[in-house]
């Protein structure tokens, strides 16, 4: 059975580097991409990054019922559209989903087998410089994403798995084994 893995966490704790690593070590997960209401960065491309969408259109696919989950996050909204997921589990690939914790919560809900893991930072300090060194957001949007990310800390021990992203080498390994262990369970 093709399986869904959940990879949440604040902003800026790694993420999206992690999941880039465990792709290229396990090249048939799929990764689903998220729709947004956030403007593009530069350098990213509409249906590659995200399927970038207006408000109004968002609540439209909201009303349709498009979304598996969806959350407001600093200020945007992003959801998993329930046909990116179902088509790449339709064709029998594992699937990444890349989302914050509201969205796992409701993803905990839907669809209870999905395999969750949350990312920590080393410290607060370090996602701080990590956000200010990635170079995509402004310093109000570093702050909210701090803010928010507080409240996603104190969630950690609500996932069965946590993977401190302190090096990363060696966080890619523990999420791969996850990753790995469960692939051959199913
Ligand atoms: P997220 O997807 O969780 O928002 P990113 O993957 O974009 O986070 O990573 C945020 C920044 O931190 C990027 O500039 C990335 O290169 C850097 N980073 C990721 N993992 C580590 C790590 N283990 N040590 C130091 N910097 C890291
Ligand atoms: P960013 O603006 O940095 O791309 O994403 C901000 C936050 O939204 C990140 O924590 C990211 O994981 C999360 N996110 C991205 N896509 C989705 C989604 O489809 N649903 C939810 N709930 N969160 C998402």
Redesign the pocket.
């Known amino acids: 059975m093709a399986r869904v893995f959940v990879i ?4 800026g704790v790694g ?1 999206g580097t992690l999941i880039r690593a465990l792709r290229e070590r396990i090249p048939e997960l799929e990764l ?1 991409v ?3 209401t ?1 403007a593009p960065r530069p350098g990213e491309t509409d249906g590659v990054d ?1 399927h970038f969408l207006s408000g109004a259109q968002f609540d439209a696919r909201i009303a349709a019922g498009d979304f598996v ?3 407001s ?2 200020g ?1 909204r ?3 559209l329930r046909s990116e997921l179902q088509r790449r589990l339709d064709a029998g690939a594992p699937v990444v ?4 914790v ?3 919560r ?1 993803i905990r809900e839907a669809m209870p087998d999905a395999v969750q893991v949350f990312i920590e930072p080393p410290s607060e300090a370090a996602l701080r410089t990590r956000l200010i060194g990635r170079g ?2 402004g310093p109000e949007q570093i702050e909210a ?1 701090l803010q928010t990310a507080r409240a996603e800390l104190a969630a950690g021990h609500e996932f069965a798995h946590r993977v401190c992203n302190d090096r990363l080498d060696e966080a890619a390994d523990a999420l791969e084994a996850i990753v790995r262990a469960e692939l051959a369970a199913a």
């Open positions: 949440t966490g604040p902003s993420k689903s998220s729709a947004t956030r995200y989950e969806h959350a996050y600093a945007h992003y959801g998993t989903l890349e989302i914050e509201q969205g796992a409701q995509t957001d994403r």
